[in-house]
C-alpha cells in the first residue's frame, strides 16, 4: 500500500527557532518593544504569524490584541522574516533530508502543510530539500483557515485522489495532533520539536525521539 505522509514544517523538518526569533526582536525593535529569548519565541511558534505577532507584543494570541499594535506588529514581522530566516537561522534537523529521500524512494508520496505563510514556506522547503519531490508545499494563504482546521489536509488528500484517512500526519505540536483528529487521519508525532514533550506524552500517538525511529514506523506502519 502507497504511503502518503504529510509534514508540518517549524520544529518537525526544520529549526527555525532562530529566524523566527529574529524576525519577531527585529519587528519588536522596530516598534520600540523589549525583545524576547529563544525559549520565550520558542512557545509562541505554532498557531501562525499573527497569533505570533500578538504573543510577541505580550497578549494571548491575536483576537485579544489590539487591532492597531497587531497590525503594526504584523506589518513589521512581514517585512524582516522574509529576510532572516535564510541558513544558517534555519535548516534542517541532522538526518531529516536522508529520511526523506529514503521514504520518497520507497514510493510514499509526500507533503509539507505549515501554518508559515506561504509566501514564506515554499521557498523554505525548496531551498532546504531541494532535491526531495514533495508533490505539495502548502502554507498559509487565507484559502483554508490554518491548523488546527482539517480543510488543508483535505484539499492534499483531493489532490492525491485519496480518503484523508489514508494520510499520516507528522508534527511536533498539538495543533498538528489536533489537525489529524479534525481530519481523521493518522499522526506520528515527533519530540525534537518546540512543544512540550509532557503533553506530547499524554496525546494518543506514537511519539519518536529519533528521526530513525520515525523513519522505520513510517515504513512500516
Avoid at 529514503?102 to 531541494?130: C, Q, Y
Avoid at 479534525?182 to 514533550?197: D, Q, R
Wanted: aromatic share 10%.
Amino acid at each position: 500500500m502507497k504511503r502518503h505522509i504529510v509534514f508540518d514544517l517549524d520544529g518537525t523538518l526544520v529549526d527555525s527557532l532562530p529566524g523566527i526569533a529574529e524576525g519577531v526582536n527585529r519587528s519588536l525593535r522596530a516598534l520600540g518593544k523589549p525583545e524576547h529569548s529563544l525559549s520565550a519565541v520558542s512557545r509562541m511558534i505554532g498557531s501562525g504569524a499573527a497569533n505570533l505577532c500578538g504573543m510577541a507584543l505580550g497578549y494571548e494570541d491575536a483576537a485579544h490584541t489590539p487591532p492597531e499594535e497587531l497590525e503594526a506588529m504584523h506589518a513589521e514581522f512581514r517585512r524582516h522574516y522574509p529576510q532572516c530566516w535564510q541558513y544558517p537561522l534555519t535548516r534542517a534537523y541532522p538526518w531529516i533530508a536522508n529520511m526523506l529521500t529514503l521514504l520518497s524512494a520507497e514510493g510514499a508520496e509526500l507533503a509539507v502543510l505549515s501554518n508559515k505563510p506561504h509566501d514564506v514556506t515554499e521557498p523554505m522547503v525548496r531551498a532546504i530539500f531541494p532535491h526531495i519531490p514533495f508533490s505539495t508545499i502548502l502554507g498559509y494563504t487565507g484559502e483554508f483557515p490554518r491548523k488546527p482546521a482539517p480543510d488543508s489536509l483535505h484539499y492534499i488528500a483531493s489532490r492525491w485522489g485519496i480518503p484523508t484517512s489514508e494520510i499520516t500526519m507528522v508534527g511536533d505540536s498539538l495543533y498538528d495532533a489536533r489537525t489529524a483528529q479534525n481530519a481523521g487521519c493518522g499522526l506520528a508525532l515527533v519530540a525534537w520539536g518546540y512543544a512540550n514533550v509532557r503533553d506530547l506524552a499524554a496525546w494518543p500517538a506514537p511519539t519518536f525521539g529519533s528521526v530513525d525511529e520515525l523513519r522505520h514506523y513510517l515504513l512500516n506502519s
